[in-house]
């Protein structure tokens, strides 16, 4: 069974860190690019982070966690993470790991229309 699971939200204070982790199973993500978006009740999905599947591990920020988020995978273990520093309180929102699409995020990453698989979130608080 194809699954993916999130977990490390939580609460943090502004300025704080917390690191998110994605778990898969069910197949081999080591040919796929792993995505991470967030979302907040009645808006729409952000895209947060992108991490190909090619030998560099090209990876894509959305613009407003550029130079502050960093995503990262571990393809022996079947996992991707994202490192959240200097958080913001406008970074709250549920956020979700996705897979199972091409081998890198391309252009078309942003709204996640190139994956398949999503895992069912994980919330994240950011206290001012």
């Known amino acids: 069974q194809v699954q993916l699971v999130e977990s490390g939200g939580g609460m943090a204070q502004s300025g704080g860190s917390l690191r998110l982790s994605c778990v898969i199973s069910g197949f081999e993500v080591g040919g796929y690019a792993i995505g991470w978006y967030r979302q907040v009740p009645g808006e729409d999905r952000e895209g947060v982070a992108c991490?190909?599947?090619?030998?560099?591990?090209?990876?894509s920020y959305g613009a407003s966690v550029k130079g502050r988020f960093t995503i990262s995978r571990d393809n022996g273990s079947n996992r991707a993470y994202l490192h959240m520093t200097n958080l913001k309180p406008e970074d709250a929102a549920t956020y979700f790991c996705?897979?199972?699409?091409?081998?890198?995020?391309?252009?078309?990453?942003?709204?996640?229309?190139?994956?398949?698989?999503w895992g069912q979130g994980t919330q994240v608080t950011v206290s001012a």
């Open positions: 991490i190909g599947a090619d030998g560099g591990h090209t990876t």
């Open positions: 996705a897979t199972h699409g091409p081998l890198r995020c391309g252009t078309d990453w942003y709204d996640g229309r190139i994956f398949r698989v």
